[in-house]
């Protein structure tokens, strides 16, 4: 192969990246936006499900769609999952992750002195707390800040 097919090739895994990110994102924006619709409106007033989710859908999704696709008849996390409009959790949990280890990144991966005291820290804060204090208290204790996306958007090869 020449290697402007080898450069495509590569180049066409962020593709999958963003499409993948984008679609955990209708999810997460659908699930909160009907559960908002249905506590701030009744009977006829609220908007369908499905209005609400091809509305995001429109804002979010760069692949073509048919006009009357949904995800939601599959998205069993909407109702019967026991999510509740906290679909975005599984989202928020990779950007808290990927920064996370983006401590250890930014230190060095080969640099094992470094690494040490990064490590010690993270087991005395992250994994020593646990779930006995808010998740965000336990990443600010760690980090000494709240997460950004940047480091998830970097291991995804979308940054």
Same mark, same amino acid.
């Given at each position: 192969?020449?290697? %402007?097919?080898?450069?495509?090739?590569?180049?066409s895994? *962020?593709?999958?990246?963003?499409?993948?990110?984008?679609?955990?994102?209708?999810?997460?924006?659908?699930?909160?936006?009907? #559960?908002?619709?249905?506590?701030?409106?009744?009977?006829?007033?609220?908007?369908? @499900?499905?209005?609400?989710?091809?509305?995001?859908?429109? %804002?979010?999704?760069?692949? @073509?769609y048919?006009?009357? %696709?949904?995800?939601?008849?599959?998205?069993?996390?909407?109702?019967?999952?026991?999510?509740?409009?906290? *679909?975005?959790? *599984?989202?928020?949990?990779?950007?808290?992750?990927?920064?996370?280890?983006?401590?250890?990144?930014?230190?060095?991966?080969?640099?094992?002195?470094?690494?040490?005291?990064?490590?010690q #820290?993270?087991?005395?804060?992250?994994?020593?707390?646990?779930?006995?204090? @808010?998740?965000?208290?336990?990443?600010?204790?760690?980090?000494?800040?709240?997460?950004?996306?940047?480091?998830? &958007?970097?291991?995804?090869? &979308?940054?």
């Amino acid at each position: 192969m020449d290697d %402007e097919t080898i450069e495509k090739i590569i180049e066409s895994r *962020y593709y999958w990246a963003g499409n993948a990110t984008l679609r955990q994102l209708l999810f997460a924006l659908s699930d909160l936006a009907i #559960h908002e619709e249905v506590a701030n409106q009744s009977g006829s007033q609220a908007a369908s @499900p499905y209005a609400i989710e091809k509305a995001i859908r429109a %804002e979010l999704i760069q692949t @073509p769609y048919l006009d009357d %696709e949904s995800q939601l008849p599959a998205f069993s996390h909407l109702f019967a999952g026991g999510y509740a409009a906290g *679909y975005y959790s *599984y989202k928020w949990a990779e950007v808290m992750s990927a920064d996370a280890f983006g401590r250890f990144e930014e230190a060095g991966l080969d640099n094992m002195e470094a690494l040490k005291p990064i490590a010690q #820290h993270y087991r005395e804060t992250i994994l020593a707390k646990g779930g006995s204090q @808010p998740a965000i208290e336990v990443f600010r204790a760690y980090r000494g800040r709240d997460a950004t996306v940047d480091a998830l &958007l970097k291991q995804q090869g &979308l940054l």
